[in-house]
């Protein structure tokens, strides 16, 4: 009989077993979604905040939006009347591939009513060196 080394059975301990009724693994993505830019884009964004919020609430209660939020300019800091001058989104969000996170930003009003720049829309895997809530 052959001995397995502890390194190996631990391992082969630690690792998921695949079975048909296994959830399929979630991978981390990065998504960087930046506002269009024509003097609209930020009056489109106010008008439909309200429902990206809602579905943005259902996302983060299904453990599929780990973090997000607005990406500000670096004015932002610096004005006195502390106006936040939004110029994106950033999101880490769990899935099993980046079509199903491609698929989601396309599904979200932000995307379909033109706020986010669909040719500047950045996702990428992300391996988190800090924990994520």
């Known amino acids: 009989m052959q001995r397995i080394s502890r390194r190996i059975w631990r391992n082969l301990h630690l690792r998921p ?7 399929p ?19 489109r ?18 453990g599929i939006i ?3 939020g607005a990406l500000l300019t670096p004015e932002s800091l610096l004005s006195d009347d ?10 880490i969000v769990e899935a099993e591939n980046i079509e199903a996170v491609k ?4 599904g979200d009003i932000y995307y379909t009513a033109g706020v986010w720049d669909p040719e500047r829309i950045v996702i990428l895997p992300f391996a988190a060196a800090t924990p994520i809530p």
Do not use: C, N
Request: aromatic share 6%; charged share 25%; hydrophobic share 45%.
């Open 82 to 91: 502390k106006k936040m001058f939004q110029i994106g989104s950033m999101l």
């Open 25 to 43: 693994a979630l991978h981390r993505f990065f998504v960087h979604a930046p506002d269009k830019t024509d003097p609209d884009a930020f009056a």
């Open 103 to 106: 698929t989601m930003i396309e």
């Open 66 to 68: 780990r973090v997000g």
């Open 17 to 23: 077993m695949s079975t048909s009724t296994s959830s």
């Open 45 to 62: 964004r106010l008008s439909v905040r309200a429902t990206h919020l809602e579905a943005a609430k259902k996302a983060i209660a299904d």
